[in-house]
């Protein structure tokens, strides 16, 4: 009963806190998408989501910008990154954050000295913004659990991304024993959220 008196009043003071900030995100972590976060409150601690879609669709792209999102606002953001070794995605969002065309950034010496400069701003923008990247490939859902769990004792996170789903370690031969076993990996990642009590996105 106590324990009930208790979340009750938590819940009663975030209804408070978001009257009194009117339409302004207060009880989730905002996205880079206001119409998300009108709708939504912004991501919700404790909370799972699964950024689904067809290939090439962006799913990725997404999922990193809204973790180094979250981290340019100064709180610590994890990442695992399957697929993509860390220094891929810091090339990636270096870019975007300078507004320098990605291709033309693998040549470095057909940029001119105002990107070079826009480079540099970014990167110093973001070796200060509080991130963990993992970049092991190969991890299973249980390993990337441990990994977070560790990290969030050293140091707490708020969100954790992890790209992608299809990419974690798994036994399944047949089709049907892949369903199960993915959907045992999502519930084990949906209690990492409660655990954590901060959103995770894969």
């Known amino acids: 009963l106590a324990h ?8 009663f003071g975030q209804m408070l806190d978001r009257y009194e900030a009117g339409a302004s995100v207060q ?3 905002p996205t880079p998408w206001k119409d998300f976060n009108d709708v939504t409150g912004g991501l919700q601690p404790g909370e799972l989501y699964v ?31 399957i697929e ?15 507004e320098v065309d990605f291709k033309r950034s693998k040549k470095p010496w057909t940029l001119t000295d105002g990107e070079w400069t826009k480079i540099s701003n970014a990167t110093s923008r973001l070796r200060a913004a509080p991130t963990f990247i993992d970049d092991q ?11 977070a769990k560790r990290e969030h004792l050293r140091e707490p996170l708020t969100l954790l991304v992890i790209d992608h ?18 959907g045992d990996d999502t519930r084990m990642l949906k209690q990492l959220a409660k655990d954590m009590n901060i959103p995770v996105v894969v």
């Open 137 to 147: 490939a190969g991890l299973t859902a249980r390993q990337i659990v441990a990994r």
């Open 27 to 29: 009880h989730g972590i």
């Open 165 to 182: 789903l299809h990419e974690m370690k798994r036994t399944a031969r047949t089709s049907s024993d892949l369903v199960i076993e993915i």
């Open 51 to 81: 950024l689904a879609g067809r290939p090439s669709m962006g799913k990725s792209i997404a999922g990193m910008e809204l973790g180094f999102f979250n981290a340019l606002r100064g709180s610590r953001t994890g990442i695992f990154s």
């Open 84 to 98: 993509m070794r860390g220094k891929a995605i810091v090339h990636r969002q270096v870019s975007a954050m300078a």
């Open 4 to 11: 009930a008196r208790g979340v009750v009043g938590d819940w």
